[in-house]
């Protein structure tokens, strides 16, 4: 008989990573509790999201939603688009798609509630996916990986998550095919990069503003050619399609003054700062006089903050290679996404979803030691972002973010969305070569 197997701590941690993928449990396990209790007790207000009237037979609004299968209803019924939305707001050219899609399969109103939950299921299985895929990247230790799992957890159930699954939000599928979009394109094989080219053509053909998910891909060095074939649709999707997108973004009301409450761009830190507490979606009168003034404001922020961040970068003596590859795709591509609708005005925070894929791409960096402060930075940024989210209303306790707490989360949001351009920017300026 041989010796027996002497036991460490190392050694422990060792045979427990043969099972590391149980890990990817916690955060998906997390967020099917929370979407469970809030579908069946609707106590939205403990996140701070103010629910909409339901317009069917669901006991939630999936507000968001209903636009869309209302438009299918009156596809099939062959009435005007504009005023198909319950709640009458103007008219969305982007729910034609999916509305037709649905009319095709003879779904509309009556399905709201079975589509509202198909979404959170969508979104329950993404972010398993992202769990497995921290879990399949961790290197240093099951206990270090149960505490990533626990951060990544904690992301996935913020308000801004919350808001999405009560507006039964169509980002699910985006955000879905985004994240699968950026692995697949990550792979050694051409089929499945070709797949993950279909797939991230599919999330802007969804929704114009993920076209930043090709940013990865525009770079020095050896060619993505089915990620440079996908980003050669959406330039022509854009081009064709400019006079709708420019209808979008006007009648989304991106391009008015807006505060920090629910949502986010690159006037908003401005424009929450100088508006009076307690904060609410309007900004104070000064503001909305000077906010064409205060929007440039906020583009002359984001550059003059990335390019300091990118001289640090080139500088500095730090290797800040982002490696493996699925890494770096998933950290530039979901802040990629983000930055679209950040400079091109307001946009409703439960986008802020798209920080998913940043922060398991942070959560996999601080492994590294040279990139470590980088990906604490990433974290923190996201953090603070997605907690101080979706401040819609006070709820039933009273609670309300004050000023403070949605500036420190819009610094945040701007130190992820800059650094990330940052590290972009110089992997233009220097040929590396990372393992795949």
């Given at each position: 008989m041989g010796r027996p197997r002497r036991y460490s701590w190392r050694t422990y941690s060792e045979d427990m990573l043969s099972?590391?993928?149980?890990?990817?449990?916690?955060?998906?396990?997390?967020?099917a509790l929370v979407a469970t209790w809030q579908l069946s007790s609707h106590s939205w207000s403990a996140f701070?999201?103010?629910?909409?009237?339901?317009?069917?037979?669901?006991?939630?609004?999936?507000?968001?939603?209903?636009?869309?299968?209302?438009?299918?209803?009156?596809?099939?019924?062959?009435?005007?688009?504009?005023?198909?939305?319950?709640?009458?707001?103007?008219?969305?050219?982007?729910?034609?798609?999916?509305?037709?899609?649905?009319?095709?399969?003879?779904?509309?109103?009556?399905?709201?509630?079975?589509?509202?939950?198909?979404?959170?299921?969508?979104?329950?299985?993404?972010?398993?996916?992202?769990?497995?895929?921290?879990?399949?990247?961790?290197?240093?230790?099951?206990?270090?990986?149960?505490?990533?799992?626990?951060?990544?957890?904690?992301?996935?159930?913020t308000p801004p998550m919350v808001l999405a699954i009560e507006r039964g939000q169509l980002e699910f599928v985006t955000l879905a095919c985004v994240t699968s979009s950026l692995l697949l394109l990550s792979s050694s094989n051409v089929g499945a990069r070709c797949a993950g080219a279909v797939l991230g053509n599919i999330a802007v053909l969804s929704k114009f503003f993920p076209v930043g998910l090709w940013a990865p891909f525009i770079r020095r060095g050896k060619p993505n050619w089915p990620a440079l074939a996908g980003l050669l649709v959406t330039v022509l999707f854009t081009?064709?399609?400019?006079?709708?997108?420019?209808?979008?973004?006007?009648?989304?009301?991106?391009?008015?003054?807006?505060?920090?409450?629910?949502?986010?761009?690159?006037?908003?830190?401005?424009?929450?700062?100088?508006?009076?507490?307690?904060?609410?979606?309007?900004?104070?009168?000064?503001?909305?006089?000077?906010?064409?003034?205060?929007?440039?404001?906020?583009?002359?922020?984001?550059?003059?903050?990335?390019?300091?961040?990118?001289?640090?970068?080139?500088?500095?003596?730090?290797?800040m290679e982002i490696s493996p590859q699925g890494t770096r795709n998933l950290l530039l591509?979901?802040?990629?996404?983000?930055?679209?609708?950040?400079?091109?005005?307001?946009?409703?925070?439960?986008?802020?979803?798209?920080?998913?894929?940043?922060?398991?791409?942070?959560?996999?960096?601080?492994?590294?030691?040279?990139s470590r402060p980088v990906a604490i930075t990433f974290l923190a940024g996201c953090f603070a972002t997605l907690v101080t989210g979706s401040a819609m209303v006070p709820t039933d306790s009273g609670f309300l973010w004050p000023k403070a707490a949605m500036i420190i989360g819009d610094v945040g949001l701007l130190a992820v969305l800059t650094l990330a351009t940052a590290l972009w920017l110089n992997g233009l300026q220097r040929h590396t070569t990372e393992s795949r």
């Amino acid at each position: 008989m041989g010796r027996p197997r002497r036991y460490s701590w190392r050694t422990y941690s060792e045979d427990m990573l043969s099972s590391r993928y149980l890990t990817a449990l916690i955060p998906t396990g997390s967020i099917a509790l929370v979407a469970t209790w809030q579908l069946s007790s609707h106590s939205w207000s403990a996140f701070g999201v103010e629910p909409m009237q339901s317009m069917t037979d669901a006991q939630t609004s999936f507000a968001d939603l209903a636009n869309i299968t209302f438009t299918a209803d009156c596809l099939r019924e062959g009435t005007p688009l504009e005023g198909c939305d319950p709640y009458g707001r103007s008219f969305q050219p982007y729910v034609v798609m999916p509305a037709r899609i649905l009319a095709w399969l003879h779904l509309g109103s009556a399905s709201t509630n079975m589509l509202g939950l198909a979404l959170t299921v969508v979104f329950v299985f993404t972010v398993a996916l992202l769990g497995i895929w921290i879990a399949h990247q961790w290197k240093v230790g099951v206990l270090g990986l149960t505490g990533a799992q626990v951060i990544f957890a904690g992301c996935c159930v913020t308000p801004p998550m919350v808001l999405a699954i009560e507006r039964g939000q169509l980002e699910f599928v985006t955000l879905a095919c985004v994240t699968s979009s950026l692995l697949l394109l990550s792979s050694s094989n051409v089929g499945a990069r070709c797949a993950g080219a279909v797939l991230g053509n599919i999330a802007v053909l969804s929704k114009f503003f993920p076209v930043g998910l090709w940013a990865p891909f525009i770079r020095r060095g050896k060619p993505n050619w089915p990620a440079l074939a996908g980003l050669l649709v959406t330039v022509l999707f854009t081009v064709f399609t400019w006079a709708t997108l420019t209808q979008s973004t006007s009648t989304a009301r991106a391009d008015l003054p807006a505060t920090s409450k629910s949502q986010f761009g690159s006037a908003n830190l401005v424009a929450t700062a100088l508006t009076p507490s307690p904060v609410g979606y309007t900004p104070s009168d000064w503001v909305i006089d000077h906010w064409q003034w205060i929007r440039l404001m906020g583009w002359v922020t984001y550059i003059l903050v990335t390019l300091l961040m990118w001289l640090y970068l080139r500088y500095s003596a730090t290797n800040m290679e982002i490696s493996p590859q699925g890494t770096r795709n998933l950290l530039l591509g979901g802040a990629g996404v983000i930055v679209v609708p950040y400079l091109l005005g307001s946009s409703h925070d439960y986008r802020e979803m798209f920080l998913l894929p940043v922060v398991a791409a942070g959560l996999v960096m601080v492994q590294q030691g040279p990139s470590r402060p980088v990906a604490i930075t990433f974290l923190a940024g996201c953090f603070a972002t997605l907690v101080t989210g979706s401040a819609m209303v006070p709820t039933d306790s009273g609670f309300l973010w004050p000023k403070a707490a949605m500036i420190i989360g819009d610094v945040g949001l701007l130190a992820v969305l800059t650094l990330a351009t940052a590290l972009w920017l110089n992997g233009l300026q220097r040929h590396t070569t990372e393992s795949r």
